[in-house]
């Protein structure tokens, strides 16, 4: 099955369901690692097949995962329906419940980058040279407006798009993450409206 889309912009409903640790585990899980089975999902997150089988059918019930059709009887084989999702902030402004949901949800994510991270630092010895070289932190800071970020965001969104597949033929290609995170250094300090 191919994707349906590149990104999925989450709605409130959307929002509500993902925030849950199961569920995130699970689009992650078939977004890194293609198709799977409730049962296949089970024993990757060590999780048990009901409880899974119900939070694919959540993650269904707002297009975030589709049954494939490919499935023989009750092994339905799920996959995602986007290789990424966003949101604005501002389409939840006045709705308590999914703002709440988003915050767990960016938190959650911060989490797993982090994990991922260590997990990156603790075995990068064994890469060759030219992989580490290229991979690993970089960080700027950029004084901007808030229009003016959004375009960032946008070209550096377009970058990492055209990129995404480039080296799929390749043998010596590696899947490698990328993540965006655009912050305030002073979050405290926020301007008047």
Do not use: C
């Amino acid at each position: 099955m191919s994707l349906v889309t590149s990104d999925i912009q989450l709605d409130a409903a959307a929002v509500r369901v993902l925030a849950h640790p199961l569920r995130s585990r699970l689009l992650t899980t078939l977004r890194r690692d293609g198709p799977a089975t409730a049962t296949e999902l089970a024993e990757r997150l060590d999780t048990n097949t009901g409880a899974t089988s119900y939070h694919l059918r959540k993650l269904e019930s707002v297009g975030l995962v589709s049954d494939t059709g490919e499935g023989e009887g009750k092994r339905r084989m799920w996959a995602t329906t986007s290789r990424s999702h966003s949101w604005k902030a501002s389409e939840f402004a006045d709705d308590e419940d999914a703002q709440t949901s988003l915050g767990w949800l960016t938190r959650d994510y911060v989490r797993h980058a982090a994990d991922q991270m260590y997990r990156w630092f603790d075995a990068e010895h064994a890469w060759p040279m030219p992989w580490r070289d290229s991979l690993g932190l970089s960080d700027e800071t950029v004084t901007a407006t808030s229009d003016q970020l959004a375009a960032l965001h946008r070209e550096l969104w377009e970058v990492i798009t055209r990129y995404r597949d480039a080296g799929e033929d390749a043998p010596e290609a590696q899947r490698v993450s990328v993540r965006l995170l655009l912050h305030p250094l002073n979050p405290d300090d926020a301007p008047q409206r």
